[in-house]
C-alpha cells in the first residue's frame, strides 16, 4: 500500500460530528482500545484529515498519524498506535525468515505463518493465547476480510497491518499462498511520513 | 478489574532507533545497523545489551535454516552496499552545492534577502524559514523559484548575518560553499 515514498495531501479538520462519527467507527471495530480511547482521541482536540494518495484518507491528532482507511475499506491503525496499545489488535505471528521480506514490502505468505516460528490461532506453543481471534466457539480463527496485526518471532513489536486475504482455517489445510493483502509495514511510506 | 491495573501498563513506551526510525529489535533489516547499533549503545545502553549480546545474536541464527541464514545475509549486504553508496551520494551532492545568500534592492534603502539551495544540505525550508524569522525578529517566507526549487525571502539586508547563522548551525554545510551576492534593482533586463 505504502511501499514508495508519500508526499501528504493539505491536512484539513475533520468535524466535530464527523469526529464523533470516526470515534465510533474506530470503538465499533477495535472495542478494545475502549479504555484508552479518550487518551487517543480526547473529545475536545482537533482531529485532522490528511489525504495521501489512492483514496486513502489518514486521521491523525496534530503530528501523530492514528487510523488510515483506503475508501469505505476498514480503519486500519497506524504501526504507532498498535505499538502503544498492541494488545487491543487481533494479532498473528511470523516467523524470523518472513521478516526481510515483510519489511521489504512483499506480499506475506502463508508459509510465514503457518512454520514453527509463526503462530495462527490455537497454537500449541501459545500458552497464553496471544495471537487470534477471541475464542468464539470456533477455536479463535479468522475469517478472510478481518483485520490482522503481525508480529514476529522473537520481537516485542508489530511490524505489519493488513486485511487477511485467506481465513486461518484454510491457511492451516493449504499452507501456501498469500496470506494478507495491502497494509502498512514498518519503515514503509506511511511510516516515514512526517506530518509535522 | 484487570483493566484497572493494566490503565497505567499503557500506552505503552516503544523506544525508536534515532538512525533508522525502526523499534530498535528491527534495526538488524536495515542497512545502516552499524550506525543504528553505535545510536543505541550511547543512547538506550541496557537495551543495547539486550539486543547485541552474542547469545542474542546466536539465537537470531538458530531460527534460521543454513540456507535462509546464507540468503539472508547476502540480502543484508546489498542493502548495506546500498545504503552507503547513498550516503556517499548525499556526501557527494552537499560538497559540491552551494548556498546562495542574495541581497536584493527592493526600494532604496530597503533591501530583502533571499536565500537559495538550502535543501540541497537536507534542509527543511519552511522550517528554517519559520527559524530566520525568530532568530531576526523579521518577516521570512518561503518563495517558489521560476525555474523549480524555493528560496527563503528574508526581510531586511541580513546577508552577513545569516552567513554567521547558517555555518554556525549547520555543521553539514561548509563555509566555502555559501556565496553572498548582491542584486541592484534593474539590472539588464534578463
Ligand atoms: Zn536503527
Known amino acids: 500500500m505504502f511501499k514508495k515514498d508519500i508526499t501528504p495531501g493539505p491536512k484539513t479538520k475533520v468535524k466535530s460530528s464527523a469526529q464523533r462519527g470516526i470515534r465510533q467507527k474506530v470503538l465499533d471495530q477495535y472495542p478494545q482500545l475502549e479504555p484508552y480511547i479518550d487518551d487517543i482521541m480526547p473529545k475536545k482536540e482537533q482531529l485532522d484529515l490528511v489525504k495521501l494518495p489512492d483514496r486513502i484518507a489518514l486521521y491523525a491528532l496534530s503530528a501523530v498519524p492514528l487510523f488510515f482507511q483506503h475508501m469505505d475499506d476498514p480503519l486500519l491503525p497506524h504501526l504507532t498506535l498498535i505499538h502503544r496499545y498492541p494488545h487491543c489488535f487481533t494479532r498473528l505471528r ?20 503457518t512454520s514453527a516460528g509463526g503462530r495462527l490461532p490455537g497454537n500449541a506453543d501459545d500458552t497464553e493465547g496471544r495471537y487470534g481471534g477471541k475464542d468464539g466457539g470456533d477455536g479463535g480463527e479468522l475469517d478472510a476480510g478481518e483485520v490482522v496485526v503481525i508480529e514476529a518471532e522473537g520481537k516485542e513489536n508489530a511490524c505489519f497491518v493488513g486485511v487477511l486475504k485467506m481465513g486461518t482455517g484454510e491457511m492451516k489445510r493449504v499452507r501456501k499462498g498469500q496470506a494478507l493483502e495491502g497494509g502498512h509495514y514498518l519503515g514503509d511510506g506511511l511510516w516515514q511520513l512526517n506530518l509535522a | 478489574m484487570a483493566e484497572a491495573s493494566s490503565s497505567s501498563e499503557f500506552p505503552k513506551k516503544v523506544v525508536y532507533c534515532g538512525v533508522c526510525s525502526l523499534p530498535p529489535e528491527y534495526c538488524e533489516f536495515g542497512g545502516t545497523v552499524k550506525k543504528c547499533e553505535e545510536w543505541l549503545e550511547q543512547n538506550h545502553p541496557a537495551m543495547h545489551e539486550k539486543l547485541y549480546s552474542q547469545e542474542a545474536i546466536e539465537q537470531n541464527l538458530s531460527a534460521l535454516s543454513l540456507d535462509a541464514q546464507k540468503r539472508a545475509e547476502k540480502d543484508a549486504q546489498k542493502k548495506a552496499a546500498k545504503a552507503a553508496s547513498a550516503e556517499a551520494k548525499a556526501q557527494e551532492q ?6 546562495l545568500i542574495k541581497r536584493i534592492e527592493r526600494n532604496k534603502r530597503k533591501y530583502v534577502t533571499a536565500v537559495q539551495g538550502l535543501e540541497q544540505f537536507g534542509l527543511d525550508i519552511k522550517k528554517v524559514a519559520k527559524d530566520f524569522g525568530k532568530k531576526f525578529a523579521t518577516g521570512s517566507s518561503v518563495t517558489k523559484v521560476p525555474g523549480g526549487g524555493e528560496e527563503i525571502t528574508v526581510q531586511g539586508d541580513l546577508s552577513d548575518d545569516i552567513l554567521d547563522y547558517l555555518t554556525e548551525t549547520y555543521s553539514d554545510i561548509p563555509e566555502d560553499n555559501v556565496e553572498c551576492i548582491e542584486d541592484k534593482k534593474k539590472k539588464a533586463a534578463g
Open chain 1, 94 to 113: 511470523i516467523d524470523r525468515g518472513a521478516i526481510r521480506f515483510v519489511l521489504s514490502g512483499a506480499s506475506l505468505m502463508v508459509p510465514g505463518l
Open chain 2, 94 to 99: 552537499r560538497a559540491t552545492s552551494k548556498v
